[in-house]
C-alpha cells in the first residue's frame, strides 16, 4: 500500500512536471527567505545574551532634556552617582565602571593608537566576558596590569602567550607600563561592547578629573548586577527621587542650576542595549528594532506566500486528479484514506522543498551578510529542528484544503462527466483572492523598498553644511601631551603639498562629545537654553566649507574675536551662531541676531557674548537627529580637545594620508598618525540605511518573484483549460488581439485591485519610517507608480506567454483537443 502511494505520487509529479517544478522551487524560496531572516533577527535579538547572567545586568543611562531641545539618551553617566547608588539600594549586587580613550601603545619598534578600556578592578566579575589565560579574580587587581585581546597580543607580541609581557600606555602625557597579567576571548560579533585593552580605574588616574565628581558630567559607562529583574525595576521606579535627593544634595552645577532640573538616570537591560540607540562611549550604537521586527515579517509573509503559491496550484490541478480519485473510491478508498494520502504528498513535495531551501539559504548567507553587515552562520543543531517543524507545519497547513477538496469528489458525477471538475465559481474566486493576497504583499514591499532606497540614496547627497569631499580628521591632536604644539603641529600639516587649508577644533564630523551650556537672550523668560559650544581655529570656514548666512566671519584683525588662551570671564567676546540657535534665542531672523549681546552661564560666572555673524547648519552627526543650536568661539592660541581637519586638492587620498603622515612623525615621531577622511567618519550614521535599502531590494524583487511563480502557474493552468472555449470565440469571429486582450485582463484585474489596498499600507509605514529622520525625503506619488507600473509590467510579462499560445492556437485544432 505505501509502495502503491509513493508510486502514484511520483506518477502525479512526472506527468506534470510544469506544475511539480513550480510547487518545490516557489516553496523553496519561501522558505530559504525565512531561513535566512529567521536567522537575522536571532542574530539582532542575540546581542550580549551569551553574556553570564547578562539578564540580571544593567547599563546606567543619562536622560537630558533641555528647552528647545529633543530628548537624548547617552550611555555614558556621571561617576559620581555609583557610591550613592550601592549605599541607597541594597538590591544592587555588584557595579562597575568603564571609560574609553584612544592612547598611544607600544610594545617595543610597534605603536599604534588603540581604544584602551580603563575599568574598575571587578568589572569581570560583573560582566564574564571569557578568559584565554589568567585568573578571572586577579587579573585586573594590581594598578599596572594589563588585559589584552588575542587580536592585541598577536599585534603586539606575535602570540596569544602574553602573560608577563609588558605594553606601554601613553595617557595624558604620561607613559605607564603594564604588564600582561590576562587575555580576553576576541568577543563575538553578537556584543554591543568595543573592547581591546583593559586597565585598572586606579585613584592616580582619576585625579585631578572633576568630571568624575560633578553631577550632571560625563564620565563613562556604569553597569550594575542585580538578584533578579524585579531587584532592576524596584531600582528603575526609584531613580528619579534618587538623584533629586542626591544631586540637590550635592549643590548647584555650573550653570547655577540644580541637575536634577535637566538630567535623569535609567536603567537599560544588557540584552536590550543593542536596540538603544544613544550617544556612543565605547558601544556600538543601537539598532531599530522596528526594523529587525520588518524583517522577521518579511521572513513569515515569503513562507505564506510561498504556501499560498501551493495552494493555488494544487487547488487549480486538482481536477486532473478527479478521475485518479473517483476511481480509488470505487475500489473502497474512504474519504480519510485519501485525505491522508493527499496530506502526505503535501509534506513529501514540502520536505523536497525544505531541502532546496536550506541549499539556497546557505548558498545566500555570504551575500546577506555583505549586504547587511552581519556575521549570520547556519547552526544545523538548531536549523534542522525548526526546518522539520516547518515542514510539518508548513506541508498540514497547505495541504489541507486540496486534500480536503480532492477527497470530497463524488465518483459518480467525476466518471459520468465529460470534463474535469475545476471546483465552480468559489474556487475560481479563491484563487483569485489568493492570487490579490500576494500581490497586495509584493507591491507594498516594492513601494517601501523604492522609498528606502531613496531615502538612502537621499542620505548620501543630503547638504550637510559642510563639504566632506576632499576633507580628512586627524584624531591625535586632541592628546594633551600636545596641546603645547598645536600650533607647530598644524604649521607642519599646512606645509604638505596639496593641502588647502587646515584648521582645528574641538567637535568635527561623528563627534560625540560636546560641551553644552546655558546661553541666553536678555530678557528671555525661563531657564536659559543649552547650546552647544564649539571653539574654532583659523582658516575653519575655508577647511569645512561652511556657509555664513549673515554678519562676518572671525578674523586676527578684530580683537574681541581670539580669545587666545586668556580668561574669559569679564571680558566681551564674539561670537557666531548656527541657524538653529537664532531660532531657539528667539531672533526674529539671522540679521535680526547680528551686534545682539547675548549671556553665557560660564564656570565661573556669566560672559557678554556679542554676535558678529550666522554660520548655516552644521550637520556633524546622524540625519536622524535635529541640528543642535551651537555657538562659536574663535582661539588661535591653543584649544582644549582640539582635533585638526585637512582639505586637500589634486592628491589621491592615499598619497595625501602617506604625505600628512610623514610631517606628523616629523613634529611628533613618538605619537601615532591617525587619520580618517568625514565619509569613512560618518560612514556608521549612513550605512545601516544603505545597506538595509540593499537589502530590502532583494526581498522585493523576491516577494514579487514568488508571487509571479504562483501566477503563471495559474495563468498556465487556466489558459490550458480554456482551450476549446478560445477555439469557438474564434469561429465565432474573435481575433487574436481579442483573446489576449479577454486572458490577460482576466489575470492582471487581481494585480490592479492589489494595488489599491497596498498604497494605503505602504504609505502609512513609510509615513512613520520617514518620520525618525530629520533630513528625509518627501512621499512622493512616482514611488507607488512606479511600483504599480513595474508590477503590471512584470505579471503581463508572466502570463503573455502562455496567453499568446493559446490565442494563436487555430480553431480546429482548439476544437479537437482532447
Known sequence: MLFHTILTFYRSLARHRLYAALNVFGLAFGIAVFLVLTLVVHYENGFDRWIPNAANIYRLDTVRFAPGQARQESDSVTFVALDPLRADYPQIEAGTRMMDSPEPVSAGRTIDSETVTYVDPNFLDVIGFPLLSGERHQVLSAPTSIVITESIALKYFGTTQALGRSLDVNHDGTKRSYTVSGVLKDLPHDTTFVLHLLVPLTPALEEGRTAFQRWGSSSGSIFLRFRDQADAKAVAAGLRDFVARRAAGAGEDKEGTHPEEHVALSLVNLPDAHFHDVVVNGIVPGVDRRIVLSLGLVGVLALVMAAINYINLATARSGLRAREVALRKVMGATRRMLMVQFLGEAVALVSLAALVGLALAEAAIPLLNSLGGWAVAIDYRRIVPLLLLLVVIVGLGAGIYPSTLLAAYRPAAVLASARTPTGGRAGIRLRNLLVLVQFVSAIAFAICTLVIDAQASFLRSADRGFDRQGLIIVEGTQSSELLARQNVIMDALRRV???????????????????????????????????????????????????????????????????????????????????????????RDAGDALGKSIGWNGRRGKITLQVIGVRGDVRF????????????????????????????????????????????????????????????????FYRPDQQRARLFSAGA?????????????LASFNTARRVKEIGIRKVLGASTRDVLLLLVGQFIRPVLIANLIAWPIAWMAMRAWLAGFDQRIALSPGYFIAATVAALAISILTVLGQAWRVARAEPGRALRYE
Open 497 to 587: 603639498p596639496g593641502v588647502v587649508a587646515a584648521t582645528l577644533s574641538d567637535r568635527e564630523p561623528d563627534s560625540s562629545s560636546t560641551s553644552v551650556t546655558g546661553v541666553g537672550k536678555p530678557g528671555l523668560l525661563g531657564r536659559a537654553p543649552d547650546l552647544i559650544l564649539e571653539t574654532i581655529g583659523r582658516d575653519y570656514d575655508r577647511t569645512y566649507g561652511t556657509r555664513l548666512v549673515a554678519g562676518r566671519k572671525f578674523d586676527d584683525a578684530h580683537r574681541l574675536d581670539d580669545i587666545g588662551g586668556q580668561p574669559m570671564e569679564g571680558r566681551i567676546l564674539s561670537t557666531i551662531l548656527n541657524e538653529r540657535a537664532v531660532a531657539t534665542l528667539g531672533f
Open 621 to 684: 552627526m546622524s540625519p536622524r537627529e535635529p541640528v543642535a543650536p551651537q555657538f562659536y568661539l574663535y582661539d588661535t592660541h591653543a584649544i582644549d580637545s582640539a582635533q585638526a581637519a585637512i582639505r586637500f586638492s589634486g592628491v589621491p587620498r592615499a598619497e595625501m594620508m602617506r604625505r600628512l603622515q610623514a610631517a606628523w612623525r616629523s613634529v611628533v615621531p613618538d605619537t601615532p598618525f591617525v587619520a580618517k577622511t568625514a565619509d569613512d567618519r560618518l560612514g556608521d
Open 701 to 713: 524583487v523576491l516577494a514579487i518573484a514568488i508571487a509571479c511563480v504562483g501566477l503563471y502557474g
